[in-house]
Structure formats: C-alpha cells, structure tokens
C-alpha cells in the first residue's frame, strides 16, 4: 500500500498478508521501466510474435473461419460490407508474461511461487519491494511482522540485511540514499538483536484508552525516569537527601542498561510484549508456577527467569509503561545460626528483603514482592516446611531428596531418633558421617531450647537436612514434584500463590 510520494520521497508499506500472488502483479512497473532502459522495441517484438503466431496456428484459424463462413450470412452477420473473422494478435505489455520462478539447482526443475514455502515467499516479496523502490534520495519503509513464517536464524539474516539498508551508494555517483525502516514485531528473536535505542514501545493504557509511544533507551535515562518518580517524596519517606536517591537510582539504572544489552536475550525478550509479568529467580519456579495455575496462560503472564537475583535489572523496563510486575524472590536469610546454633527472632527474619531496591516499592501499584515467610529462605526449603506437619508428605519428600542408605528413618520424623540411630542404621558410612555432621549443627541447640522453639530448630534440621541433597540437583527434583503438586498430594509453598490474583487482574 503506498502512502503517499514526491520526487524525492517515498513511504512504503509491507503489511502482514504478504500474498505472494501479487508479488508479480506488482513487478510489472519495475519491469517495464527496465525494458524501456535498456531500449526494447516493444511494438517491434509483438509484430514479430503476432507473425510467429499465425505461422504456426494458421490451421487453428482456417478452422474456426471455415466454421463461422458457414453460418454467418445465414444468421445475419454478414450485411454485404462487413466479415466477422478470427485472427492470433499479440497485443498483450511484454510485462503482463514476466513470472518468477524458483530454480532447484539439484533436480533441475523449475518451482512457481505458489508451490514454495511461505517463510522464503516471505523473503522474495519483502526483497523485491525494497529492490524495485525507486531511487530516491530518502526512504520510508514500514514492514509489519516480518517474522512471519521465518524460524529465528532468518529472521536474524532478514534484520541483518534489513540493516545493511539504512544507507546505500548509488552506482552511477556518490550519492547516498537514506532508508529508514520501521517494523513492528512480536518476535522476542528480532527485539533481542536489536539496539535498545532502536526499539520503540508501544503502550495501550486500557483507563484512558490512549497509546503511547517510548524509546526502550529512556527506561535507563535518569533525566527522564526522574521526570515520573517523585524523588522529594521519596526521600522524605526514607529520610534520605534527594541527591541520594538519585545517586542511587543513576547507579540502578547504569547496571541495568549494561545488563540487560546482554541478557535480554529471546527468553527474556519476552518481558517487552507482555503486560502482566512474573520474575522468578530460577528455574523451579519457572516449572512450577506455569505448571500449577493455567489461569496465568490464559491471562497472557509471563513467568520469566532471571538467572538469580538480578530483579533491580529488569524492573526498570516498566517506566513508561503500564506493566505489573511480580517479583517471587528468595529470602535467602536462615533464621537458625548454624555456626552459633542461635534461632533467630522471626521478626527479624520476616524484615529481610535483600534483592529488591527500595525505590521500586514507590512503584507499589505495578511491582509486589512475593517470598518465604514460614522460615523458609529458598524455593525447596520452604515447600518441604509447607508439607512438614503431614508424616505422608515428610516422607514423600525426603525419599525424593535423600539417599538409598536412609531409607529405615525417613519416616521417622524426630531429630533425637536420627541421633541416636544415624550410625546403625544408615547403610552408608560416608551419608552417615555426613548426616552425624549435621546434627552435629542443631543438637545442643534443640536439647537447651524450650517450648515451640524446640519444634521448630527439629524442623530446621530436618528442612536443611533435605535441602542438602536437593540444592545441587534442583531441576531433577523440580521435576519429579510437579505432578504431586499438581495434582494436590503435596501443597505448594503459600508465598507463590499469595499475589497471583493481583497479576492476573
């Protein structure tokens, strides 16, 4: 669809139902300008198969004329001056006969269009749209998804080329010809390989029903985000001088910017299509939540993982937009001392969060965070304390995360009990040396604690007990609960399902 033109300016457009019955149609103005280029005597050359024609169909003809001779005065065609007659006439633009077709250098034989493949259909019409442009001095080209059909190595030597496009050299003098080329796309392939300050974020506010445009560059400009965050109230709330509020967001801002150039990667690049977002710290999560409530796939939110507690690096993306992000982190703090052997106050405990910086819970209607409150400080450890007061469950778990060797205790859910028999009946020398070293950690603390501090040190070994066998084969283990999670023999930790209403809201 053509915009609009003048001389020496053109805007074209590549819509999404590129139908590639059109792509000659819409070559025949390309390909009469080069027969007039390289002067061809287009009159000349249908006289001379008009000729050809007759020549070779003369038999065709004096067949039907014989036929229509007989009948022609009877039914009053001829009136004395004139005969209806039949001829071979080519009068037809040399142009309206070009064809493209594709070439099998192997089996030698020739491929129409309509029987390729649509993804290199999809590359020869978006070829032959930009080649056959005119030569202008600036160009406008809008493509719209052409990821279309294409798996991610072409799309990525599509965008490349695509590229290479931005300023071309005329043949004929030192002329340039400036292209730009905008596309729009939902393919995290092409958003990952392209530059932050070439990619332009498109918002839908559903309140006001308006769209609004942002370079993805100025989520990391600390003029402009400082332009949307309150920063006198914020330091009035912290107690804090403005300049150091934005000495640290200027250093949040910077980290995340060199972070993200690398890993927002096509897993990650999906955080910039998507409205509604889960960022997780690894990949149990990522199995498990997905897995366990399918209403986050029907309400289109992503659960994207970050590779740790990466979180103040990707949570800049929401500036100057309307997304919400849930944050489902670790609390990685144990409330048992294991060098000291000292619990812990659970106050103390419940007031860590480590990994998300201040400033973004001044972004409260869009960010929450989600972790352990049960004395948990991982994923694992927390889902075995949620499961801890069923003996069915305890046991379910530690068969899954504990040697052969202990199979005579794991339903034996006492500390004093593995104590007093972790010598005689682990099978295992080296597991019971191992196991004794643990105890070793909560013993003395458990025998001097009183009331429901004893129960809850026993449950902390145990907790760390079977931590110790889980934390270095987390995907297996992942694995293997997900269908008794799924289907309701084990529970799911509470913290994980506390905010999933808010995000899918």
């Known amino acids: 669809m053509k915009l609009f033109r003048i001389d020496i300016f053109e805007v074209d457009t590549i819509p999404a139902n590129r139908i590639i019955d059109d792509i000659e149609e819409r070559s025949k103005s390309y390909v009469n300008s080069k027969i007039k280029e390289n002067e061809i005597p287009e009159v000349q050359i ?30 009053g065609i001829t009136d004395g001056k004139n005969n209806f007659n039949s001829d071979f006439v080519f009068d037809k633009d040399l142009a309206s006969f070009f064809k493209y077709n594709l070439i099998n250098e192997k089996q030698l034989f020739d491929l129409p269009l309509h029987s390729n493949g649509l993804g290199y259909n999809n590359l020869i019409y978006i070829r032959n749209l930009i080649k056959q442009k005119k030569d202008n001095d600036y160009n406008i080209l809008m493509i719209e998804e052409p990821e279309a059909h294409l798996h991610p190595n072409m799309q990525y030597k599509l965008l490349k080329y695509l590229n290479s496009l931005e300023t071309i050299k005329t043949e004929d003098s030192d002329r340039s010809i400036k292209n730009q080329i905008l596309i729009s796309t939902h393919s995290p392939n092409i958003s990952a390989s392209v530059d932050m300050s070439k990619i332009i974020i498109l918002n839908y506010d559903t309140e006001l029903g308006n769209v609004t445009a942002s370079r993805l560059s100025d989520n990391f400009d600390i003029n402009k985000v400082s332009q949307i965050l309150d920063i006198k109230e914020i330091a009035k709330d912290e107690g804090l001088e403005e300049n150091k509020i934005k000495e640290d967001l200027t250093a949040i801002l910077e980290r995340s910017k060199k972070h993200l150039r690398k890993f927002l990667d096509i897993t990650r690049s999906d955080i910039l299509f998507s409205d509604k977002i889960i960022l997780v710290e690894g990949l149990s999560e990522k199995l498990v939540l997905p897995y366990l409530h399918e209403e986050l796939v029907d309400r289109h939110v992503k659960v994207i993982e970050v590779a740790g507690i990466n979180f103040n690096h990707f949570l800049p993306l929401i500036f100057f937009t309307n997304k919400k992000i849930l944050c489902v982190t670790d609390k990685d703090y144990d409330i048992f001392d294991e060098t000291n052997g000292v619990l812990i106050d659970k106050k103390t405990y419940l007031e860590q969060t480590k990994h998300i910086s201040y400033i973004f819970k001044y972004c409260n209607d869009r960010v929450r965070v989600s972790e352990q409150t049960k004395y948990g400080s991982t994923f694992e450890k927390e889902l075995f304390i949620e499961n801890y007061q069923d003996e069915n469950n305890f046991k379910i778990l530690m068969s899954l995360a504990l040697p052969k060797a202990c199979e005579k205790l794991l339903d034996k859910q006492s500390i004093e009990v593995w104590f007093n028999k972790c010598e005689t009946e ?49 995907g297996n283990f992942c694995l293997d609960i997900l269908d008794l999670l799924k289907n309701g023999i084990i529970k799911e930790p509470e913290y994980l399902t506390k905010e999933i209403k808010w995000i899918i809201e």
């Open 46 to 75: 249908q006289q001379e198969i008009t000729t050809l024609l007759r020549e070779k169909l003369i038999n065709v003809s004096k067949d039907i004329n014989d036929d229509i001779n007989k009948d022609q005065d009877k039914i």
């Open 426 to 474: 682990i099978s295992d020398n080296k597991t019971s040396r191992v196991i004794k070293k643990e105890l070793d950690k909560y013993w003395l603390s458990y025998k001097d604690a009183q009331g429901d501090n004893k129960k809850v040190i026993e449950m902390l070994f145990f907790t760390n007990l079977f931590y110790r066998y889980v934390k270095n084969k987390k």
